[in-house]
């Protein structure tokens, strides 16, 4: 019963460790080490692919690698916050030379009616996941930046606390009657049991979701660290 449930244990550290990291990869890690940029789906104007709720990640592509058919996130005036996600139905070029994406969405029965200029693009879409833009959204810039530190230090705690276990069961071994050498002179030669083979240690021994945990929180306090010195050196 006890292996069953430490293997059940095993498991489900695994799972929480796996859904962490995930979740900080596609929503934190992916988008800033490739320069990209998350939002937020807000309506429902790019159903059925992209419904409320779904991150969308861009990255930052001149116009003229743009065509019909991408999806683009674009400032609705340039200079201000507020940003659209639709796909790009024309691509034409004005009497001065300059590029105008003409965009609508998927569920819309128009176009939009105002062309999107190159200084508007924010990107073109990279990748796309449902669900995760509401905890892009119910979080602020300091409370994602909280949530990443936070997350760091449940995973270091809980590879720490994996390898000390890893070390007691190890002392634990050592010290258990199995170690004893066994009295072979007491028993005649024709009844000596055979050599029992050397038994591997089990898997406690060997803290791997505690290793993957720890390369995690390090990582992600290494790229935190490495994003801060970038802000106050530009």
Partial sequence: MRDVIGW?????????????????AVAVVIPRLAGAAPYTVL???????????????????AIEDIAVGDVITYQLESGKAAVVTHR????SARLDGETVLTTQGDANDSEDPDGV????????LWYAVPWLGHVNTALSGRQRQTAVWGVSALLIGYAAYMFVGSLRDRRGRRKGPEDEQPQLHEQPPQEEP?????????????????????????????????????????
């Fill in 117 to 124: 200029e190159e200084v508007q693009v924010r990107g073109r």
């Fill in 194 to 234: 055979p050599t029992p083979a050397p038994q591997a240690p089990p898997a406690a021994s060997l803290p791997v979701p505690a290793l993957v945990a720890g390369g995690v929180a390090i990582s992600i306090l290494l790229l935190a660290y490495i994003r801060r010195r970038g802000r106050r050196s530009t």
């Fill in 8 to 24: 059940t244990g095993q498991v489900l550290s695994w799972l929480v460790i796996l859904g962490v990291v995930a979740v900080l």
């Fill in 43 to 61: 309506t429902g104007s790019m159903r059925p692919d992209y419904p409320p709720g779904t991150l969308v990640v861009v990255k930052p592509v």
């Fill in 88 to 91: 790009v139905t024309e691509v």
